[in-house]
């Protein structure tokens, strides 16, 4: 057995970012395997997680130098600045999401920093790494959180309320894109008692929208409804049916109280779903939520972190939807990231050792060299 693994967890530094990338139950389970974590002081506490609580568990505490010294992995929920790794082993490990297409910079100089840099969003979309897809359990809780916030905006009730004064109706939402988000949003709006509808570019989408009680809204009789790309997402569709999804969209989002919009296409600008001709059409009072606004938008006008009001309708979205609901988000990225690394232990050489299936799609860096096809 060699030297136990180090394996270092830092405060999150980016602007907004409340999340954290281990929790008590995390550096638990990681200390069970063999391996020392490390923990920067304060590192938990816009999650709700004290110092007292990982020192109870066993991390070592530090400042951040001191938690990287010597560390075989450093763990994140966005990738670290790499002058903060320099006191970590050659060949360091990173984990997190690491934003590739967007921070390509950082990638190029965790390279050269001789960093392995492995990206948790590129996680393939199959069986066996469900409980590693850092995207899908952040975007079924932004799903969650977006109807949430919707509905403190929305100046109306969600249910219909029958009282002794008369009776409030439902109201309608809408949510275009039905991936983890979109599911999440309808079962969200169902549950707060609105009439709920929902559309998608995969036609595979139409059963998923019903078992939760939704009404489908789809194109028919266009050809270029399989919109189905690798991995699950969604494609680019055919001129003829953007052209017929438009004018279906638009006679159906004119009736709607709240939209929520979740479309997003890997490495590109999230796509145009809702055209300012289109926000003026829908009733004075209603509410908008672009989960892809830090994208670019699936909705002209957004705008991230503010509510911008256009032909009487409220348009509202957050650069970062996951760290509004920084506890729970965290212990379900932390469990993403100890699912992953726990997956691969060796408990010969007591660390884990990936399998080209996952490793060679998550590896962004390796040997002072950018490796990744999808960024070469």
Not at 99 to 111: L, T
Request: proline share 4%; charged share 20%; with cysteine.
């Amino acid at each position: 057995m060699t030297d136990k693994l180090r394996i270092a967890a830092l405060t999150e530094r980016a602007a907004g970012e409340t999340r954290v990338c281990v929790t008590p139950e995390t550096v638990k389970k990681f200390t069970s395997l063999g391996a020392i974590v490390a923990v920067e002081s304060g590192a938990g506490l816009a999650a709700s997680i004290a110092d007292a609580d990982y020192a109870a568990v066993g991390a070592i505490m530090g400042d951040a130098a001191t938690v990287v010294a010597g560390a075989d992995i450093v763990l994140g929920v966005q990738g670290p600045d790499v002058a903060l790794l320099s006191s970590a082993k050659p060949g360091v490990w990173v984990a997190a999401g690491l934003d590739p297409f967007g921070q390509r910079g950082r990638v190029d100089a965790y390279a050269a920093a001789g960093v392995e840099a492995l990206a948790m969003e590129f996680m393939p979309r199959i069986t066996r790494a469900q409980s590693m897809d850092i995207l899908s359990s952040q975007s079924n809780l932004a799903g969650y959180k977006a109807v949430i916030d919707a509905a403190a905006t929305y100046g109306r009730a969600f249910p219909m309320m029958m009282t002794a004064a008369g009776t409030i109706s439902a109201a309608k939402a809408f949510i275009m894109g039905v991936g983890v988000a979109g599911l999440q949003a309808i079962a969200t709006a169902r549950r707060l008692g609105a009439q709920v509808s929902a559309t998608d570019v995969r036609s595979a989408t139409r059963e998923q929208i019903q078992s939760l009680g939704a009404k489908p809204i789809f194109v028919e009789n266009v050809a270029g409804i399989e919109g189905e790309g690798a991995g699950g997402y969604a494609t680019e569709m055919s001129p003829e049916y953007q052209a017929a999804q438009a004018e279906l969209v638009s006679s159906h989002i004119a009736k709607q109280d709240i939209v929520i919009t979740t479309a997003l296409i890997p490495g590109r600008a999230a796509p145009r779903l809702i055209s300012d001709a289109q926000i003026a059409t829908m009733k004075p009072g209603s509410v908008i939520f672009d989960l892809a606004v830090a994208q670019g938008g699936n909705v002209e006008g957004s705008v991230p972190d503010q509510i911008v009001e256009r032909h009487g309708v409220k348009i509202m979205g957050y650069s970062n939807t996951p760290a509004h609901l920084a506890a729970d988000a965290s212990a379900l990225f932390a469990r993403n990231l100890y699912n992953f690394l726990s997956a691969f232990w060796d408990k010969e050489q007591g660390r884990p050792v990936l399998d080209e299936e996952i490793g060679n799609a998550i590896r962004l860096t390796q040997g002072g060299q950018v490796v990744n096809p999808r960024l070469l």
